[in-house]
C-alpha cells in the first residue's frame, strides 16, 4: 500500500512499480497518482471550525426531524376525512426525511471535509497461486479416490437414478393446488348463461325491459342466477366468465349477420362477453357513434356493429356475442350459453366442438 | 497431505490467553475477538480499498431500498392479512362502508386509514421498491457500458440480472396483494398470458389460481411468494454478490495512478464506510420525503376486485411498461387475415395465441442475451484477459451503440405502455402512435446503434486531437510574421494519459483451429469481430505524440511549461 505526495507532477511516478507490464505501451508512461491538493479545511483552522459546526448543525436538523414526526403522530387526530390523514402522512414522511438525511448528509459531509481524503493504492491479489492450485487439485482427487466412485460404477449409477426420483414426490404434491372438483379445461366452455337466463343489470340485479333501453346507450349485464351462487370466490369466478356488454343501436346500422345468428338480436340490442379475447381484461368502453368497443388494457377495439371483430389491436378473435330475445314479460333472456369459450386463447380451445354441447 | 501444516509454537498458543487488555473497550473486544477471531476481519476490511466515483454509487441505492423495503415490509405484515375470505368492510373510510370485499382488500384499507403511519409505511414500501429497480437497472446499465462484466467478473453479472428478475418478481406479486380493481386486472392479464402458453400453459394458470381466474387462493400463495421466497433468494444473491465484489475488489476508471494490478480509493475506514453509511441515510431520507408528500397507489379509490369494472388510464409500476407495451404493440391481425390459428388434431384442435407469444419472444431474447453477453462479447473479441480498469464507453464504440440500440428498444416498448397517456397528453390519435411506434422499434434501435457509435468515435478522435495539439485555450494571438492561430495549451500528464490508454484491437481475422482448419463459427466470428472493430480510431502512439511535441518545438504557438519537460520524460524512456 503506497500512498502519493504533495509532490510535483513529473516526480510522482512512485506508485507505478516495474514489473507492472505497461511500459513504453502507450503514447506516454503512467504518471503516477497527480499530487494530492489540500482542502480549505486542512490549512485553514477557521474552515475547519465551521465545517464542524456545519456538520453539527445538521445533526441537529436530524433530532428537530425526529421531533416533527412526534408531532405528526400524536398531534394529528385521524378522523373521517382524508385531509387529517394527508396531513399526518405528511408531518410522518418530513419528520423521517429530516431525521434521516440529517445524519446522512451530517455523516457524508464530515467524511468530505474534515476526514483525511488522501487516495491510497493497494495491490490486487492473484485468484490463486500456481502451487495451491495443484495442492486443491490434490485434495480432490484424494477426496474422490477415497470415496471410491469412479471405481464403483454400479454404486455411482444407482444413486443417480435415485436422486433424480427422489424429488419427484415433491413435485407431485403440488397437483392439489387445484382441488376443484370439476378440474380440467371443459369448464372454461361454460358459463351460466342458459335459454331463458334474464339479463339483470350489473351491480343493482335488477332485470332489463327491452324496451326501456334508448339507442346508443350501453350497459354492464350479468346473469339472474349469478347471485345463487354461493361464496364471494365461486361468485367471482363465475362472474368472470359471464360478464356481458349489451348495447344498443339502429338495427340499419347491424353491418353484418353471419347466417345462424339472425335471431341473435333483438330490435338492435345486441351483446356481447365483456371479456377481451386477448389477454382478459373487461371491455368497458363503448363509443355510440363508431359502435366501437375499446378495452383499455391493450386498446384492441372491436365493432359492434359488424358481430364485434377486431378493428384494431392485439386481439385475435372477435367478442363471442350472447344469443339474446325477450321473455313474455318484455325482459331481455339469453337464448342460450354462449357457443364458444369465453375469454383469452388457451391451447386447448381449438376451434371444434368436440363433446357437440354447443347448439350453433 | 498438504505441504502447508506449519506447527505453531507453545508460545504463540499461549500468547492469547495471556494477553490483558488495558482499557475497558479493550476487555470487550478481546472478549468478541478470543471468540469469534474479530482480529482477522478487521486487518482484512478495515483498510480496504475501494474506488470512489459516482457512477459506482447506484448499486449502492439499490441495496439500501431493499433494506428499507424490508423494514416497511416487515411492519405491513403485521396488521396486513392476505386472505380471500370475503368480509364487509367497516373501518373509517366512508365510500367503501358496508362493501363486499376480500380480507386483503379490507386490512390493507385498514392499515391505511386506522393504523397511524401505517399509509407513509405503505408509501415508503411502494416508493422504494420502484426506486430498487430503478437503480438495479441503472446499475446494470453501468456496469455495461463501462465492460465491468468482463473477465472475471461474468458470474457476478449473472448474479446481477437474477437479482434483476428477482427484482421485478418481487415488485410483481407485491402489487396483487391488495386486490383491488387495478391489482386483480394485472392478475388477469397474467392469467391471460399463461394461458397463451402452449400445452402447459392452461394447466400453469389453474395451478395458480387453484382453479379458474380469480378463485379463492391466489393472494396468499403471491403472499408467501413475496413475503418470504423472493426476499430469501434475493438476500442470497445479495450475499453472493457482495462476496465476488470483495473477492474481484472493485474495478476502477482509467486514469494516472491506475493500472490492472492495483486498487486506487479510499480505505474502508473511516472515509468510504462514512460516506457509504451516511448515503444509506440519504437515501433513506429522499424515500421518505417523497413518501410523505407524493401519494402513490391509493388504492381505496379502485374499489374490490370485481371481473367487471376496469380504470381507463391506470398506469401499472414503471417496471411493467415494457412488457404492457409490447403487448399494446402487436397487432392481432394483418388486414383482414388473424394471426391466431388452430392447429388440427383428431381431438379438436389446439389454438395458438400468436398475439400473445410473439410479444413475449424479443423480451425473451432480451434476458437471455443480457444474461450471456458477457461470453458472446468475450467469444467476439476472443479476449480472454482479465480486465480490472474499465472502458470509458467511447473507447468501445460497438458495445456502447449495442447498448444503446437495446435501451431505444426497450424504452420505446416502454412508452407504448403509456400511449394512451402520451395521447391524452398530446392530443394524438392513439391508433397513430401504435402505428408509429410498430415501425420505430424495428428503426428506433438501428437509428440509435448507428447515431451512437458515430458519436463515440467521433469522440475518440476529439481525445486525439487534444492529445496532439492540445486545448483550445479561446486565445487568438497574431505571430510575428502576421499569422493568426489560436492558442492551445497542452494537456498535463495526468490527463493525458486518461486519453491515450486504452485498446483498440484491430480485427483479427479467421483463425485456424488446433487441426489447422478454419470452421464455420470461426468465420462467423470473424465476421461478427470485424463488424465489432472497425471503424475504429486508435489511441495516439508514442510516435505520433513525440513528432506532435516535436512539431510544437518548431512552432512558436505553444504554451504551457509541461512540454519541456515531457520531452525529457519521453525520450528518457525511450
Ligand atoms: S386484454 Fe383487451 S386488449 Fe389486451
Known amino acids: 500500500m503506497g500512498e ?117 493504492v493497494e495491490d490486487r491479489k492473484p485468484l490463486r497461486k500456481e502451487a495451491e492450485r495443484q495442492e486443491a487439485e490434490q485434495i480432490i482427487d484424494d477426496v474422490l479416490e477415497e470415496s471410491g466412485i469412479k471405481r464403483r460404477p454400479l454404486i455411482r449409477n444407482t444413486l443417480i437414478g435415485a436422486a433424480v426420483l427422489a424429488p419427484l414426490p415433491f413435485v407431485l404434491t403440488l397437483r392439489d393446488l387445484d382441488r376443484s372438483e370439476d378440474f380440467g379445461v371443459e369448464r372454461m366452455r361454460h358459463s351460466m348463461w342458459d335459454e331463458g337466463v334474464r339479463l339483470v343489470r350489473d351491480p343493482t340485479g335488477t332485470p332489463i325491459r327491452a324496451a326501456d333501453i334508448t339507442i346508443g346507450s350501453a350497459m354492464h349485464v350479468i346473469p339472474e342466477n349469478l347471485r345463487e351462487v354461493s361464496g364471494h370466490a365461486a361468485r367471482l369466478s363465475e362472474k368472470a366468465k359471464a360478464v356481458v356488454l349489451v348495447v344498443r343501436m339502429n338495427p340499419d346500422d347491424i353491418q353484418q349477420v353471419t347466417p345462424g345468428r339472425e335471431d341473435w338480436t333483438y330490435d338492435g340490442i345486441i351483446a356481447c362477453s365483456k371479456v377481451c379475447t386477448h389477454v382478459g381484461c373487461p371491455v368497458a368502453l363503448y363509443e355510440r357513434h363508431t359502435h366501437h368497443l375499446l378495452c383499455p388494457c391493450h386498446q384492441s377495439t372491436f365493432d359492434a356493429a359488424q358481430e364485434f371483430k377486431v378493428v384494431f389491436g392485439p386481439a385475435g378473435r372477435p367478442l363471442p356475442q350472447l344469443p339474446i330475445t325477450v321473455d313474455d314479460e318484455g325482459f331481455l333472456v339469453a337464448r342460450s350459453d354462449f357457443t364458444e369459450p369465453v375469454g383469452p386463447t388457451y391451447w386447448e380451445r381449438g376451434s371444434t366442438d368436440p363433446e357437440g354441447d354447443y347448439n350453433a | 497431505m498438504s505441504a502447508t501444516t506449519e506447527k505453531y509454537t507453545e508460545a504463540q498458543y499461549l500468547e492469547a490467553e495471556q494477553y490483558q487488555p488495558a482499557t475497558r473497550t479493550g476487555r470487550i473486544t478481546n472478549y468478541v475477538d478470543q471468540r469469534v477471531g474479530g482480529t482477522g476481519i478487521v486487518r482484512e476490511f478495515g483498510r480496504k480499498i475501494f474506488p470512489d466515483h459516482w457512477t459506482f454509487m447506484f448499486g449502492e441505492v439499490a441495496l439500501y431500498s431493499f433494506v428499507i423495503l424490508i423494514l416497511s415490509g416487515t411492519f405491513l405484515t403485521f396488521w396486513f392479512d392476505p386472505s380471500m375470505a370475503s368480509t364487509r368492510y367497516d373501518g373509517s373510510y366512508a365510500p367503501l362502508q358496508g362493501l363486499e370485499m376480500s380480507t386483503a382488500y ?297 447498448g444503446a440500440a437495446s435501451v431505444t428498444f426497450y424504452c420505446i416498448m416502454w412508452g407504448m405502455g403509456s400511449n394512451d397517456l402520451i395521447a391524452t397528453h398530446f392530443m394524438l390519435s392513439l391508433n397513430d402512435i401504435t402505428y408509429w411506434s410498430r415501425v420505430l422499434i424495428f428503426v428506433g434501435p438501428v437509428i440509435a446503434f448507428v447515431l451512437t457509435k458515430r458519436i463515440c468515435l467521433s469522440l475518440q478522435r476529439k481525445d486525439r486531437e487534444t492529445v496532439l495539439h492540445g486545448h483550445e485555450a479561446g486565445v487568438i494571438e497574431m505571430l510575428p510574421h502576421g499569422e493568426f492561430r489560436e492558442k492551445h495549451t497542452r494537456p498535463s500528464d495526468y490527463e493525458l494519459y486518461t486519453l491515450v490508454a486504452f485498446e483498440s484491437p484491430a480485427p483479427s481475422g479467421p483463425q485456424p483451429n488446433a487441426k489447422g482448419k478454419i470452421t464455420r463459427t470461426e468465420k462467423l466470428r470473424a465476421r461478427l469481430n470485424q463488424w465489432f472493430y472497425q471503424d475504429r480510431v486508435e489511441p495516439v502512439s508514442r510516435e505520433e505524440y513525440l513528432e506532435a511535441l516535436e512539431h510544437d518545438h518548431h512552432g512558436d504557438g505553444h504554451e504551457g511549461g509541461l512540454e519541456a519537460t515531457d520531452r525529457r520524460s519521453i525520450e528518457a524512456s525511450h
Open chain 1, 4 to 120: 502519493h505526495g504533495h509532490g510535483d507532477p513529473t516526480e510522482s511516478g512512485a506508485v507505478i512499480k516495474a514489473g507492472d507490464g505497461e511500459s513504453g505501451k502507450y503514447a506516454i508512461d503512467n504518471p503516477g497518482l497527480p499530487p494530492h491538493r489540500p482542502r480549505v479545511a486542512d490549512e485553514d483552522p477557521k474552515a475547519e471550525k465551521r465545517s464542524e459546526r456545519q456538520v453539527a448543525t445538521l445533526f441537529l436538523i436530524s433530532i428537530i426531524g425526529t421531533v416533527i414526526f412526534f408531532i405528526g403522530y400524536f398531534a394529528v387526530e385521524l378522523s373521517e376525512d382524508l385531509q387529517a390523514l394527508r396531513l399526518q402522512n405528511t408531518l410522518l414522511g418530513v419528520g423521517v426525511g429530516f431525521a434521516m438525511l440529517g445524519i446522512g448528509l451530517g455523516v457524508v459531509h464530515w467524511a468530505k471535509t474534515l476526514m483525511p481524503d488522501h487516495e491510497l
Open chain 2, 106 to 402: 379490507a386490512t390493507a384499507l385498514e392499515l391505511s386509514f386506522d393504523v397511524r403511519g401505517g399509509l407513509f409505511m405503505r408509501q415508503l414500501h411502494h416508493w422504494a421498491a420502484l426506486l430498487f429497480v430503478m437503480a438495479m437497472s441503472i446499475h446494470m446499465l453501468r456496469v455495461f457500458f463501462t465492460g465491468a462484466f468482463r473477465k472475471p467478473r461474468e458470474l457476478n453479472w449473472v448474479v446481477g440480472c437474477a437479482l434483476l428478475i428477482m427484482g421485478l418478481a418481487a415488485g410483481f406479486t407485491g402489487y396483487s396483494l391488495p386486490d383491488e380493481v387495478l391489482s386483480g386486472n394485472g392478475l388477469r392479464i397474467i392469467d391471460g398470458m399463461m394461458k397463451a402458453i402452449p400445452v402447459v400453459g392452461t394447466y400453469m394458470s389453474f395451478f395458480l389460481f387453484g382453479g379458474e381466474f380469480p378463485g379463492g387462493e391466489v393472494i396468499p400463495r403471491l403472499y408467501v411468494l413475496h413475503i418470504m421466497v423472493i426476499p430469501a433468494l434475493i438476500l442470497v444473491l445479495i450475499a453472493v454478490h457482495l462476496f465476488m465484489v470483495v473477492t474481484h475488489k472493485h474495478t476502477q476508471y482509467p486514469g494516472p495512478g491506475r493500472t490492472e494490478r492495483n486498487v486506487v480509493g479510499y480505505p474502508v475506514g473511516p472515509v468510504y464506510a462514512a460516506k457509504a453509511g451516511g448515503f444509506f441515510f440519504i437515501v433513506f431520507g429522499i424515500l421518505a420525503v417523497i413518501s410523505g408528500t407524493f401519494q402513490i397507489n391509493a388504492l381505496w379509490n379502485y374499489g374490490p376486485y370485481d371481473p367487471s369494472p376496469v380504470q381507463a388510464g391506470a398506469q401499472p409500476d414503471w417496471y411493467i411498461g415494457p412488457f404492457e407495451g409490447v403487448l399494446r404493440l402487436m397487432p392481432g391481425f394483418v388486414g383482414e387475415i388473424p394471426l391466431e390459428f388452430v392447429i388440427p388434431t383428431p381431438w379438436g384442435g389446439n389454438s395458438v395465441a400468436t398475439p400473445v407469444l410473439i410479444p413475449m419472444i424479443p423480451i425473451a431474447v432480451m434476458f437471455l442475451v443480457m444474461f450471456i453477453w458477457p461470453w458472446i462479447e468475450a467469444w467476439i473479441t476472443g479476449d480472454k484477459k482479465e480486465h480490472h480498469i474499465l472502458d470509458r464507453p467511447r473507447n468501445a464504440p460497438t458495445r456502447t451503440a449495442i
